[in-house]
């Protein structure tokens, strides 16, 4: 019945899409895809992520520094990314190592919990 995903959803203040977009956009390079117009009103914006979509939605009233839920990107360069993290001033936090990832986590400038994993070879 389900085929895939189509896309995921986090959320940001509202009034705060120039702060994400120099987050998401800026830092992490993910390309903003045109929203339709039906949903323009709505604030917030789409990025492309891979093959799937993520919706960047505004949401007052959350506290999402309370949260597990989380996104986790795949990167081609985990020490890479997190150097350009630090470099940017993103505090790193350590995750638990699960077999076959290098892996770690941060905050984004709202408190989203974002992971970045790498695939590694075991022996």
Known sequence: MIIG??????TIPKGQEQTARMFYC???KLREIEKPESLAGR???????GEQ????????????????????YE?????????LL????IQILESVQIPGYDRFECRDPFGNRVEF????LTE
């Open 43 to 49: 604030g917030g914006f789409w990025l492309q992520v």
């Open 117 to 120: 994993m790498m695939r590694v």
């Open 86 to 89: 630090q470099q940017n001033g």
């Open 5 to 10: 995903l189509n896309h995921a959803q986090i």
């Open 26 to 28: 800026g830092l992490l």
């Open 75 to 83: 990167v081609t360069d985990i020490s890479e990314t997190r150097q």
């Open 53 to 72: 979509a993520l919706h960047v939605g505004t949401e007052d009233g959350v506290d999402r520094y309370s949260t597990k839920a989380h996104l986790a």
